[in-house]
């Protein structure tokens, strides 16, 4: 069963700290992950994608990391910020995109 | 990026009434779009895959007589929602699909749609 699992389901740090995100997956035949950001009431935007050849990809204070023998990616947030707060959600298609599985996400609350 | 937008953001209406949600993508053309739904809380939840001048796939579970949807060109979808009731109130998120040539189809996310029904 194509399943995809994120946790912690919520986390609260201080401004300034780090923290790491995962996402365990049984997505097969595997094609891609993709790491989105969600603002409350908002559309969830695009911050990394991963293929199976790819095993850590960075985007500013973001930076994932995916390793297709165990399944499993991670997102390492940096030096957090206030704005940071929000809903990250673990996507991973497989190949053909005739599926993508959704994890049902973790909220983050970034507090000063 | 691409930029996909949805219009109205918000919307309250009376049950039993119809309101059409509109999705375009507006640097890029679209064969394909998707509408999800989601409640508070919970993540994303694919309702419907919209392929231009064809019918839409909807998933299991989805009446397809209640959310009509039309991709009558590239760069534009709406999903409408008959008779709506308060149990359809929730948050509807459009997405479409960049061909472009990449090997990778990404999708790029409106920024959603609150429907209340009162």
């Known amino acids: 069963k194509n399943q995809v699992e994120q946790s912690p389901q919520s986390l609260i740090i201080l401004e300034g700290k780090n923290c790491t995100l995962q996402c365990n997956y049984t997505v097969s035949p595997f094609s891609n992950l993709r790491w989105y950001k969600q603002d409350t009431g908002r559309g969830p935007v695009s911050l990394t994608i991963?293929?199976?050849?790819?095993n850590t990809k960075s985007n500013g204070r973001y930076t994932a990391t995916l390793d297709a023998d165990t399944k499993q990616s991670s997102l390492h947030i940096t030096a957090s910020q206030l704005s940071d707060s929000a809903s990250y959600i673990c996507?991973?298609?497989?190949?053909?995109?005739?599926?993508?599985?959704f994890g049902a996400g973790t909220r983050l609350f970034v507090k000063a | 990026g691409a930029v996909v937008s949805q219009h109205p953001s918000r919307v309250i209406c009376k049950s039993g009434t119809s309101v059409k949600i509109e999705c375009r993508s507006l640097?890029?053309?679209?064969?394909?779009m998707f509408w999800y739904r989601q409640f508070p809380k919970q993540s994303l939840m694919l309702m419907a895959t919209?392929?231009?001048?064809?019918?839409?796939?909807?998933e299991q579970g989805v009446e397809k007589d209640k959310f009509l949807i039309n991709h009558a060109s590239l760069t534009l979808s709406t999903l409408t929602v008959t008779s709506a009731h308060p149990e359809d109130s929730s948050f509807y998120i459009c997405s479409a699909r960049d061909v472009g040539g990449r090997a990778i189809n990404e999708q790029f996310f409106g920024p959603g749609t609150r429907l209340t029904v009162l």
């Open positions: 996507v991973v298609q497989n190949t053909g995109g005739f599926k993508t599985i």
């Open positions: 640097d890029f053309q679209a064969t394909t």
């Open positions: 919209s392929n231009e001048g064809s019918k839409a796939t909807y």
């Open positions: 991963m293929t199976f050849s790819e």
